[in-house]
């Protein structure tokens, strides 16, 4: 990608809500959606057809068809009756597979500094499950990694495949930073990121690079695709800048863009399906 294809917004540091324009070569979805309510069992019951259909198996109607031809077992006995009710422990399969009804959640948070994304330490004062804890009934988990003091795009779900997919190095998601530095960034360093270098564990290079603003040198855009830990940051320490701070403005073509630091919202069905197709 050459320099005059990626231009970065001026960041609007009252607001909090920086994002990218301009940005032709990846597809970049801003759309916003509210909270959809969950839709609960009556007396612990669902209805058969309802539980295929939230396992991601089809729909409704055709779950019906399933059931009417003796293709769903509920406990290991096949079920041919419509609107038979089952419990979220009973064993319901299709085609022999063990089939789970949770409702798939995916939701978007603009971290806060200060929160970590671990999940198992016990010495974390402030987690970024605490900053979703309302969400929903579903248990979700993070995507990927934001260090304590990294803020910006975080990704739930439950959707264990899709969350895979996303973070597996042979998909090469896109991420986009904004960093600034401890001094001014230098046109000759710049040009050693894009080309890239060896660190400790292997060669690195960015997709791009651009200084954001001319008036501020301390202010760089970074795209890159590695999943490696504190790569950005490490970048930038193997060439003598401190960074300062660091947001992350998109993540697999998920910007934050109307989202205010530290709250959340969820995907749009058309969000969800350009992450499954991308």
Not at 29 to 53: C, F, H, M
Not at 73 to 101: A, C, H, M, S, W
Not at 196 to 203: I, M, P
């Amino acid at each position: 990608m050459n320099e005059s294809s990626l231009k970065f917004t001026t960041f609007d540091r009252n607001t909090k809500t920086e994002t990218l324009k301009d940005f032709p070569k990846k597809k970049v979805i801003t759309l916003k959606n509210k909270q959809q309510p969950v839709e609960s069992a009556e007396d612990g019951l669902i209805r058969l057809n309802k539980y295929i259909s939230n396992a991601g198996v089809c729909s409704r109607r055709d779950a019906d068809k399933l059931i009417g031809d003796g293709l769903v077992t509920v406990n290991g006995e096949i079920v041919t009756e419509l609107g038979r009710k089952v419990t979220l422990e009973d064993d319901v399969r299709f085609d022999g597979k063990q089939l789970n009804p949770e409702r798939k959640v995916y939701l978007l948070l603009n971290k806060p500094r200060g929160f970590v994304t671990t999940l198992d330490d016990p010495h974390a004062e402030r987690t970024v499950m605490q900053l979703i804890q309302n969400a929903c009934s579903e248990r979700i988990y993070p995507v990927g990694r934001l260090d304590m003091q990294t803020t910006g795009v975080l990704l739930f779900t439950n959707d264990g495949e899709l969350a895979k997919k996303l973070t597996h190095p042979s998909y090469e998601k896109v991420k986009i930073y904004h960093v600034q530095l401890d001094k001014d960034f230098l046109r000759e360093d710049l040009e050693k990121i894009r080309k890239g270098f060896e660190l400790e564990d292997g060669f690195i290079a960015a997709d791009d690079i651009q200084i954001i603003d001319p008036n501020d040198l301390r202010q760089v855009g970074i795209e890159i695709h590695s999943g490696k830990n504190h790569i950005v940051r490490r970048i930038f320490n193997h060439l003598g800048y401190q960074v300062e701070r660091l947001d992350r403005v998109l993540f697999a073509g998920l910007t934050k863009k109307d989202l205010p630091r530290g709250r959340y919202r969820f995907l749009t069905q058309q969000e969800v399906n350009f992450l499954k197709m991308s």
